[in-house]
C-alpha cells in the first residue's frame, strides 16, 4: 500500500512537471516583444546575392514603402553585396535583425557611401555582422536609432551619426579593426554606448571632435562599461559634454582619453599598459579626470597641456613612465591637482613645465627618481615661462628625492630639450 502510494506520488510530480514545463513554453511564446521591437509587418531575407528575389535589397525595398512599421528577418547566414543599397527610409521604423547566431553582410570590391543608411526613426540593428565597408558601415542621421549585438570591422568607420541623429543607443556591440570604430558629431543629444568592444583601431575607438563654436553642454555623451584594446587612441572627446565613466582602456597606442577643448569628465575607467599616455587632455578647458586607475602607462599617467582650469582628483597612478605631467598651463585659469596617489613611477611621481597649478594632499610615494619635479620653461627665443605651484600639504615618501626639484625645460634647437 505504502510502495502503491509512493508510486502515485512520483507520477503526480512527473504529470506537474511536464505541465509547468509546458506552460513554460506557452508563456514564452506569448511574452511581450519589447516595444522597440514590436512590428506590424516583417520581410524574410533568403538569398545571400546582392539583388533579386529574396535579397537584402528587396527586403529593404518593400519595407521602406510599407504605410507601418516593418522588420527584416534573415534566413540566410551570410549576404554578398557588391552595388550599395537603398536607405533604410519607412518613416515608422524598421527592425534589421538576423538569427540567433548572427548574419554576416560582406562587401565585395569598393563600395561608394555608407553600407547601411538610416533615415528612419526608431530603428533597430539587432545580431548581425558587417565586413569590410569601405567608407562608414552605418550612417545614422535620424533620432531613436538602436544597435544591439552587432560587430563591424575591416572597414573605414564603423558607425557615424550625424547632426540630424538624436537619442542614440549603442549596446553589446564589437568594432574590430576599422579605422575608426565610431564616430560622432558633438552636438547630438542623447547618446549612450555601453557595454561595447572597441579593438585594433587604426586611428581611433571612439571619436567625438567639433570646434569650439559648436559646443553645447547640455547635450551629453554617456560612454560607460566599455572595453577598449590596441587601440591607437581608445577615445578622442573635443568640445563635446560627454563622461567617459567605468570604461577598461588596455594597450592603448598614444593615448586611451585624449580631451580637446571642453565638456569631458572622465572617471572610474581603469586605464593601463598603454605605449603613450593614459589620458592626455591637451588645449582643454575645464576638463575633469578623477577616480581613476591608471598603471603601467609606458609614458605618463595624465598629462595636462596648454590647458585651464582642469582638475586632476584622486586617482590611482603607479607604474607608469612619469604620474602627472602638467605642461604650459594658462597663467589666467590654472589647474588643480589634489588627493592624487602616484606610487612606483619609472621617473617621477608629478613633473611641472612651465605650468603652476594647484597641488594639494597628494600621496606621492615610492617613485624612483623625484617626487615632485618643477621647471622653467625656456624656449628657444623669447622669455622663460617660470613653474610656481601653489603647494598644500602633499606627502613626499620614499622617492629617490622627497624633496622638490627645481631646475629649466630649455629648448635648444627646433625640436631639441635640455
Not at 60 to 73: N, P, Q
Not at 188 to 195: A, D, H, K, R
Request: zero cysteines; a neutral charge.
Amino acid at each position: 500500500m505504502l510502495r502503491r502510494s509512493h508510486n502515485q506520488i512520483a507520477v503526480g510530480v512527473m504529470v506537474v512537471l511536464g505541465l509547468l514545463g509546458g506552460l513554460q513554453g506557452w508563456i514564452a511564446a506569448r511574452r511581450p516583444v519589447l516595444s522597440e521591437l514590436r512590428t506590424s509587418l516583417e520581410f524574410v531575407v533568403t538569398s545571400s546575392k546582392d539583388h533579386g528575389p529574396g535579397s537584402l535589397r528587396e527586403a529593404i525595398f518593400a519595407a521602406d514603402t510599407a504605410s507601418e512599421r516593418a522588420r527584416i528577418v534573415f534566413r540566410v547566414p551570410l549576404v554578398e553585396l557588391s552595388t550599395p543599397l537603398p536607405a533604410l527610409a519607412n518613416p515608422a521604423g524598421i527592425v534589421l535583425e538576423g538569427p540567433k547566431e548572427g548574419v554576416e553582410l560582406r562587401v565585395l570590391g569598393m563600395l561608394s557611401g555608407p553600407l547601411i543608411e538610416v533615415n528612419s526613426t526608431n530603428t533597430v540593428l539587432r545580431q548581425i555582422r558587417i565586413v569590410n565597408a569601405s567608407e562608414q558601415g552605418i550612417l545614422v542621421r535620424s533620432s531613436g536609432f538602436r544597435l544591439e549585438d552587432v560587430k563591424i570591422s575591416g572597414s573605414d568607420v564603423g558607425l557615424e551619426a550625424v547632426q540630424e541623429a538624436s537619442n542614440l543607443i549603442v549596446e553589446r556591440s564589437e568594432f574590430d579593426g576599422n579605422r575608426i570604430g565610431i564616430r560622432l558629431q558633438p552636438q547630438i543629444p542623447g547618446v549612450v554606448l555601453e557595454n561595447n568592444q572597441f579593438q585594433g583601431h587604426k586611428d581611433a575607438g571612439l571619436w567625438v571632435v567639433g570646434s569650439g563654436a559648436e559646443f553645447q553642454s547640455g547635450r551629453s555623451l554617456a560612454v560607460k562599461e566599455n572595453s577598449f584594446k590596441g587601440n591607437r587612441y581608445g577615445a578622442v572627446i573635443g568640445n563635446a559634454a560627454a563622461v567617459i565613466e567605468n570604461n577598461d582602456f588596455l594597450n592603448s597606442g598614444e593615448a586611451a582619453v585624449m580631451l580637446i577643448g571642453q565638456g569631458a569628465k572622465v572617471q572610474g575607467n581603469r586605464i593601463r599598459g598603454g605605449k603613450g599616455v593614459g589620458v592626455f587632455a591637451d588645449r582643454s578647458q575645464g576638463s575633469i579626470i578623477e577616480n581613476n586607475e591608471l598603471d603601467h602607462n609606458q609614458t605618463i599617467g595624465v598629462l595636462v597641456r596648454y590647458s585651464r582650469d582642469a582638475v586632476v582628483r584622486n586617482n590611482r597612478v603607479y607604474a607608469n613612465g612619469y604620474g602627472i605631467a602638467f605642461v604650459l598651463g594658462e597663467a589666467h585659469g590654472p589647474s588643480t591637482a589634489t588627493e592624487n596617489s602616484l606610487l612606483n613611477q619609472t621617473f617621477d611621481g608629478i613633473i611641472l613645465i612651465g605650468d603652476s597649478p594647484v597641488l594639494r594632499r597628494n600621496q606621492v610615494v615610492g617613485n624612483r627618481q623625484a617626487g615632485l619635479r618643477i621647471l622653467g620653461f625656456s624656449p628657444r627665443t623669447g622669455a622663460q615661462v617660470p613653474s610656481n605651484p601653489y603647494l598644500d600639504n602633499n606627502a613626499l615618501r620614499g622617492n629617490e628625492f622627497d624633496h622638490p626639484i627645481r631646475g629649466e625645460y630649455r629648448i635648444e634647437r627646433a625640436g631639441e630639450a635640455k
